[in-house]
Protein backbone atom coordinates (compact mmCIF):
# COMPACT_ATOMS: atom_id res chain seq x y z
CA UNK A 1 0.00 0.00 0.00
CA UNK A 2 1.29 3.26 -1.11
CA UNK A 3 1.19 6.27 0.66
CA UNK A 4 -0.17 9.39 -0.69
CA UNK A 5 1.59 12.14 0.17
CA UNK A 6 -0.11 14.86 -2.02
CA UNK A 7 -3.07 14.47 -4.03
CA UNK A 8 -3.27 17.96 -6.63
CA UNK A 9 -5.45 19.13 -9.17
CA UNK A 10 -3.62 21.05 -11.94
CA UNK A 11 -4.36 21.27 -15.41
CA UNK A 12 -0.60 21.63 -16.15
CA UNK A 13 -0.15 18.20 -14.39
CA UNK A 14 3.74 18.26 -14.52
CA UNK A 15 5.59 21.26 -14.85
CA UNK A 16 7.37 24.07 -12.91
CA UNK A 17 5.45 24.21 -9.80
CA UNK A 18 5.14 20.89 -9.23
CA UNK A 19 8.68 19.80 -10.46
CA UNK A 20 10.39 22.72 -8.05
CA UNK A 21 8.31 22.82 -5.18
CA UNK A 22 5.15 19.95 -4.49
CA UNK A 23 8.11 17.31 -5.29
CA UNK A 24 10.38 18.30 -3.18
CA UNK A 25 8.23 19.77 -0.22
CA UNK A 26 5.90 16.29 0.05
CA UNK A 27 8.87 14.16 -0.32
CA UNK A 28 7.27 11.71 -3.21
CA UNK A 29 9.65 9.68 -4.74
CA UNK A 30 6.63 8.66 -7.07
CA UNK A 31 4.00 10.58 -9.22
CA UNK A 32 0.62 9.50 -10.71
CA UNK A 33 -0.66 10.78 -13.23
CA UNK A 34 -4.55 10.31 -13.19
CA UNK A 35 -5.81 11.30 -17.36
CA UNK A 36 -7.73 9.94 -19.56
CA UNK A 37 -6.91 12.12 -22.28
CA UNK A 38 -2.89 11.78 -21.49
CA UNK A 39 -3.17 8.12 -21.11
CA UNK A 40 -4.30 7.76 -24.71
CA UNK A 41 -1.61 10.32 -25.73
CA UNK A 42 1.83 7.84 -25.75
CA UNK A 43 4.26 10.88 -27.46
CA UNK A 44 2.79 13.43 -24.57
CA UNK A 45 2.87 11.02 -22.03
CA UNK A 46 6.68 10.54 -22.29
CA UNK A 47 7.29 14.25 -22.16
CA UNK A 48 5.31 14.18 -19.03
CA UNK A 49 7.83 11.74 -18.03
CA UNK A 50 10.63 13.39 -18.85
CA UNK A 51 9.61 16.34 -17.13
CA UNK A 52 9.45 14.66 -14.04
CA UNK A 53 13.01 15.15 -12.00
CA UNK A 54 15.36 11.97 -11.86
CA UNK A 55 14.74 9.63 -9.20
CA UNK A 56 11.18 10.06 -9.65
CA UNK A 57 9.12 7.54 -11.05
CA UNK A 58 5.92 8.45 -13.11
CA UNK A 59 2.84 6.13 -14.04
CA UNK A 60 0.12 7.25 -15.99
CA UNK A 61 -2.76 6.22 -15.62
CA UNK A 62 -6.92 6.46 -17.34
CA UNK A 63 -9.41 7.14 -14.18
CA UNK A 64 -10.89 3.59 -14.66
CA UNK A 65 -7.20 2.29 -14.86
CA UNK A 66 -6.02 4.05 -11.87
CA UNK A 67 -9.20 3.35 -9.63
CA UNK A 68 -8.66 -0.47 -10.37
CA UNK A 69 -4.76 -0.44 -9.27
CA UNK A 70 -6.14 1.31 -6.07
CA UNK A 71 -8.54 -1.28 -5.46
CA UNK A 72 -6.27 -3.76 -5.92
CA UNK A 73 -3.25 -2.46 -4.17
CA UNK A 74 -3.69 1.03 -3.33
CA UNK A 75 -0.92 1.49 -5.90
CA UNK A 76 1.68 -0.84 -4.36
CA UNK A 77 4.50 0.95 -2.12
CA UNK A 78 6.42 4.29 -2.25
CA UNK A 79 4.97 8.09 -1.19
CA UNK A 80 2.85 9.17 -4.08
CA UNK A 81 1.92 12.38 -5.58
CA UNK A 82 -1.14 12.01 -7.51
CA UNK A 83 -1.54 14.47 -9.90
CA UNK A 84 -5.39 15.04 -11.39
CA UNK A 85 -5.90 17.38 -14.89
CA UNK A 86 -9.35 18.84 -13.40
CA UNK A 87 -12.40 18.77 -10.92
CA UNK A 88 -14.19 15.79 -13.28
CA UNK A 89 -12.14 13.60 -13.06
CA UNK A 90 -11.05 13.45 -9.44
CA UNK A 91 -15.10 13.27 -8.76
CA UNK A 92 -14.61 10.36 -10.96
CA UNK A 93 -11.98 8.69 -9.40
CA UNK A 94 -14.12 9.35 -5.73
CA UNK A 95 -17.17 7.77 -7.17
CA UNK A 96 -15.37 4.99 -8.60
CA UNK A 97 -13.44 4.14 -4.92
CA UNK A 98 -10.59 6.45 -4.43
CA UNK A 99 -11.01 7.19 -1.17
CA UNK A 100 -8.66 9.97 -0.77
CA UNK A 101 -9.36 12.40 2.60
CA UNK A 102 -7.72 15.51 1.36
CA UNK A 103 -7.38 17.11 -2.00
CA UNK A 104 -5.28 20.14 -2.86
CA UNK A 105 -6.53 22.64 -6.07
CA UNK A 106 -3.51 23.97 -7.60
CA UNK A 107 -4.53 25.03 -11.09
CA UNK A 108 -7.45 24.83 -13.35
CA UNK A 109 -6.43 26.80 -16.07
CA UNK A 110 -8.65 29.75 -17.32
CA UNK A 111 -10.88 30.65 -20.22
CA UNK A 112 -14.47 32.59 -20.50
CA UNK A 113 -16.95 32.31 -17.85
CA UNK A 114 -14.35 31.48 -15.07
CA UNK A 115 -14.10 33.20 -11.64
CA UNK A 116 -10.92 34.11 -10.46
CA UNK A 117 -11.63 33.24 -6.54
CA UNK A 118 -7.49 32.90 -5.18
CA UNK A 119 -4.26 33.58 -7.20
CA UNK A 120 -4.71 31.99 -10.62
CA UNK A 121 -7.12 29.52 -9.31
CA UNK A 122 -10.21 30.42 -11.54
CA UNK A 123 -13.74 27.87 -11.25
CA UNK A 124 -17.18 27.50 -13.47
CA UNK A 125 -20.15 26.42 -12.38
CA UNK A 126 -19.46 22.59 -13.38
CA UNK A 127 -16.52 23.07 -10.74
CA UNK A 128 -19.03 24.50 -7.93
CA UNK A 129 -20.84 21.93 -8.50
CA UNK A 130 -18.04 19.00 -8.33
CA UNK A 131 -16.87 20.88 -5.13
CA UNK A 132 -20.10 20.94 -3.36
CA UNK A 133 -20.01 17.17 -4.54
CA UNK A 134 -16.72 16.29 -3.11
CA UNK A 135 -17.60 18.72 0.19
CA UNK A 136 -20.88 16.57 1.23
CA UNK A 137 -18.82 13.18 0.79
CA UNK A 138 -16.19 14.38 3.29
CA UNK A 139 -13.10 15.24 0.87
CA UNK A 140 -10.98 17.87 2.79
CA UNK A 141 -11.00 20.33 -0.56
CA UNK A 142 -7.94 23.16 -0.10
CA UNK A 143 -6.34 25.64 -2.69
CA UNK A 144 -3.26 26.26 -2.70
CA UNK A 145 -0.55 27.24 -6.00
CA UNK A 146 2.92 26.92 -4.45
CA UNK A 147 3.99 25.85 -0.77
CA UNK A 148 4.68 29.66 0.18
CA UNK A 149 0.69 30.51 -0.42
CA UNK A 150 -1.52 29.83 2.50
CA UNK A 151 -3.86 27.37 1.96
CA UNK A 152 -7.72 28.58 1.39
CA UNK A 153 -10.45 26.17 2.72
CA UNK A 154 -12.88 25.34 0.10
CA UNK A 155 -15.81 26.63 2.39
CA UNK A 156 -13.67 30.31 1.93
CA UNK A 157 -13.65 29.85 -1.31
CA UNK A 158 -17.56 29.04 -2.09
CA UNK A 159 -17.67 32.65 -0.30
CA UNK A 160 -16.14 34.47 -3.27
CA UNK A 161 -18.16 33.19 -5.77
CA UNK B 1 20.36 27.84 -52.49
CA UNK B 2 21.30 29.75 -49.52
CA UNK B 3 18.72 27.99 -46.61
CA UNK B 4 16.89 30.98 -44.51
CA UNK B 5 18.78 32.52 -41.26
CA UNK B 6 17.40 29.78 -38.49
CA UNK B 7 15.31 32.10 -35.81
CA UNK B 8 15.32 31.84 -31.97
CA UNK B 9 11.81 31.36 -30.03
CA UNK B 10 12.22 31.65 -25.89
CA UNK B 11 9.83 29.85 -24.18
CA UNK B 12 10.16 32.22 -20.23
CA UNK B 13 7.73 31.71 -17.36
CA UNK B 14 6.17 35.56 -17.19
CA UNK B 15 8.12 36.97 -20.08
CA UNK B 16 11.56 36.93 -18.84
CA UNK B 17 13.20 35.72 -21.74
CA UNK B 18 12.13 39.40 -23.65
CA UNK B 19 14.04 41.25 -20.52
CA UNK B 20 17.56 38.59 -21.47
CA UNK B 21 16.91 39.55 -25.52
CA UNK B 22 16.72 43.23 -24.75
CA UNK B 23 20.10 43.42 -22.39
CA UNK B 24 22.36 41.53 -24.73
CA UNK B 25 22.27 44.01 -27.08
CA UNK B 26 24.54 45.64 -25.06
CA UNK B 27 27.13 42.93 -25.88
CA UNK B 28 25.62 41.35 -29.16
CA UNK B 29 24.56 45.14 -30.78
CA UNK B 30 21.40 44.24 -32.94
CA UNK B 31 19.29 41.31 -32.56
CA UNK B 32 17.17 40.21 -35.23
CA UNK B 33 15.08 36.69 -35.72
CA UNK B 34 14.64 36.84 -32.07
CA UNK B 35 11.64 36.77 -30.02
CA UNK B 36 10.22 35.92 -26.53
CA UNK B 37 6.92 34.42 -25.72
CA UNK B 38 5.57 34.48 -22.31
CA UNK B 39 4.08 31.76 -20.17
CA UNK B 40 1.71 33.28 -18.02
CA UNK B 41 -0.15 32.09 -15.02
CA UNK B 42 -3.38 32.23 -16.33
CA UNK B 43 -2.65 30.19 -20.00
CA UNK B 44 -3.85 26.80 -20.22
CA UNK B 45 -1.94 24.49 -21.55
CA UNK B 46 -3.61 24.51 -24.66
CA UNK B 47 -3.54 28.25 -25.15
CA UNK B 48 -0.13 28.26 -24.52
CA UNK B 49 0.45 25.83 -27.03
CA UNK B 50 -1.85 27.02 -29.91
CA UNK B 51 0.20 30.62 -29.31
CA UNK B 52 3.73 28.94 -29.46
CA UNK B 53 2.40 26.90 -32.31
CA UNK B 54 1.66 29.62 -33.94
CA UNK B 55 4.75 31.33 -33.21
CA UNK B 56 6.83 28.55 -35.04
CA UNK B 57 5.11 27.85 -38.20
CA UNK B 58 6.26 31.39 -38.93
CA UNK B 59 9.74 30.45 -38.30
CA UNK B 60 12.16 28.86 -40.76
CA UNK B 61 12.33 25.07 -40.88
CA UNK B 62 15.85 24.56 -38.79
CA UNK B 63 14.71 27.03 -36.24
CA UNK B 64 15.66 26.71 -32.38
CA UNK B 65 13.54 26.86 -29.19
CA UNK B 66 15.10 27.53 -25.94
CA UNK B 67 12.84 26.92 -23.29
CA UNK B 68 13.81 28.80 -19.43
CA UNK B 69 13.81 25.27 -17.67
CA UNK B 70 13.43 21.27 -18.15
CA UNK B 71 10.34 19.99 -16.91
CA UNK B 72 8.36 23.27 -16.66
CA UNK B 73 5.44 23.73 -19.04
CA UNK B 74 7.62 25.67 -21.90
CA UNK B 75 9.70 22.62 -22.40
CA UNK B 76 6.59 20.21 -22.49
CA UNK B 77 4.89 22.35 -24.93
CA UNK B 78 8.11 22.72 -26.89
CA UNK B 79 8.59 19.20 -27.10
CA UNK B 80 5.25 18.52 -28.08
CA UNK B 81 5.52 21.19 -31.12
CA UNK B 82 8.88 19.03 -32.21
CA UNK B 83 6.78 16.08 -33.23
CA UNK B 84 5.16 18.00 -36.03
CA UNK B 85 7.56 20.62 -36.58
CA UNK B 86 11.38 20.73 -37.81
CA UNK B 87 12.89 21.99 -35.09
CA UNK B 88 15.34 22.51 -32.08
CA UNK B 89 14.42 22.62 -28.63
CA UNK B 90 17.04 23.20 -25.71
CA UNK B 91 15.84 23.73 -22.30
CA UNK B 92 18.10 26.12 -19.87
CA UNK B 93 17.59 29.58 -21.47
CA UNK B 94 20.92 31.52 -20.35
CA UNK B 95 22.69 34.20 -21.06
CA UNK B 96 26.28 32.77 -22.21
CA UNK B 97 23.69 29.73 -24.43
CA UNK B 98 21.60 32.84 -26.25
CA UNK B 99 24.95 34.35 -27.08
CA UNK B 100 26.33 31.49 -28.83
CA UNK B 101 23.03 30.56 -30.39
CA UNK B 102 23.37 33.71 -31.92
CA UNK B 103 26.65 33.38 -33.24
CA UNK B 104 26.04 29.31 -34.57
CA UNK B 105 23.62 30.37 -36.68
CA UNK B 106 25.99 31.29 -39.20
CA UNK B 107 26.99 28.02 -39.26
CA UNK B 108 23.87 26.45 -40.29
CA UNK B 109 20.46 24.90 -38.89
CA UNK B 110 20.82 25.35 -35.06
CA UNK B 111 18.21 22.63 -34.67
CA UNK B 112 21.47 20.40 -36.17
CA UNK B 113 23.62 22.30 -33.33
CA UNK B 114 21.33 21.47 -30.44
CA UNK B 115 24.08 18.81 -28.56
CA UNK B 116 26.86 21.87 -29.06
CA UNK B 117 24.78 24.31 -27.26
CA UNK B 118 23.74 21.73 -24.55
CA UNK B 119 27.86 21.93 -23.93
CA UNK B 120 27.89 25.36 -24.37
CA UNK B 121 25.64 25.18 -21.61
CA UNK B 122 27.08 23.04 -19.32
CA UNK B 123 30.23 25.07 -19.71
CA UNK B 124 28.75 28.33 -18.88
CA UNK B 125 28.83 27.33 -15.24
CA UNK B 126 31.93 28.15 -13.20
CA UNK B 127 32.62 27.42 -9.32
CA UNK B 128 34.74 31.07 -10.07
CA UNK B 129 36.32 31.56 -6.63
CA UNK B 130 37.42 27.76 -6.69
CA UNK B 131 38.75 28.82 -10.25
CA UNK B 132 40.44 31.36 -9.07
CA UNK B 133 41.92 29.74 -5.66
CA UNK B 134 43.10 26.43 -7.95
CA UNK B 135 44.95 28.65 -10.49
Partial sequence: ?161 | MTQPVSEILTLTHGGWGANLIDCLKMVAGEIHGVSDLALMPVDTMGEFYEKVKARVEAMPAGSLIIADFTGGSTSNVAARLSADFDIGVITGLNATLMLAALDMRDEGRLADQVDDLVDVGRNSFKNIVKSLQQR
Fill in chain 1, 1 to 161: MAKIVLCRIDSRLIHGQVVTKWVGQSQANRIAVVSDELDADPFMKNIFMMAAPPNIKVDCFGVAGFCQQWREDQLGAGNVLVLFPNLASVRQAVIDGFDIAQIQVGGLGGGPGRKVVFQNITLDDADETVLRDLQERGVDVYFQTIPEDKPQKLADILKRL
